[in-house]
């Protein structure tokens, strides 16, 4: 009979699992907080970044290269907000109401534990596809934008259309026409540009 009474060291471990079933909950949402938290501003690095860029990119790059820049940050903007938000979920869960019995609450924080890793893991996939979407939207960017000059139309308001290469330094767009006259334009006055293959 003494061989079916459980020894010291079987007591302990059976407590110290108890002890870890019970804190899992509170440390996969302090995990989990610390996702959110650096997924929100990297959101909001990605979304500032993006929008002070853009203009001095965009200028020397075709219309489907813009458009495909532009969907790849839409992506990782878009991942990384649900990744945000799928982190937000996993630290915080739903507001619930549960019985005040010890069988009720083990259910209940069972199920949290399942639904905050699951949510955690979709962050962490949402992270990778931002990252990722993030790698091809600068790769097409800053690789095309080194490349041959761009050739397009250039319409500013209020005034006479010229056709050329461009160059932007800073707020100022230099046009080089085919002839070798340079226009300078302000880019707050630039109406249209229009891409061409030939001038």
């Given at each position: ?8 060291a ?18 996969l ?8 938290t650096?997924l ?11 929008a ?6 965009g ?20 991942a ?24 009720a ?8 534990v ?14 990778l ?5 993030l ?14 000059p ?14 050329g ?16 006259t340079v ?17």
């Amino acid at each position: 009979m003494s061989e079916l009474l459980p020894i010291p060291a079987d007591l302990r471990w059976d407590h110290r699992a108890t002890e870890l079933e019970l804190a899992m909950l509170d440390r996969l949402r302090e995990h989990a907080e610390k996702w959110r938290t650096g997924l929100v501003a990297l959101t909001g690095l990605v979304a500032t970044t993006t929008a002070v860029t853009a203009p001095f990119v965009g200028i020397h790059l075709l219309d489907d290269q813009k458009a495909a820049v532009g969907i790849a940050a839409l992506v990782a903007l878009g991942a990384l907000a649900l990744g945000a938000m799928a982190a937000m979920r996993a630290a915080y869960g739903l507001p619930t109401t549960i019985h005040n019995t010890g069988t009720a609450l083990r259910e209940w924080t069972i199920g949290e534990v399942k639904a905050s890793a699951w949510w955690l893991k979709v962050a962490r996939g949402a992270t990778l596809v931002g990252f990722g979407a993030l790698v091809v939207a600068a790769t097409i960017g800053f690789l095309h934008a080194g490349a041959a000059p761009r050739l397009a139309t250039v319409e500013p308001a209020g005034g006479k259309s010229v056709c050329g290469t461009l160059k932007l330094s800073g707020k100022t767009l230099t046009v080089t026409a085919k002839d070798g006259t340079v226009h300078r334009f302000n880019t707050a006055t630039v109406g249209e540009i229009e891409d061409t293959a030939e001038c």
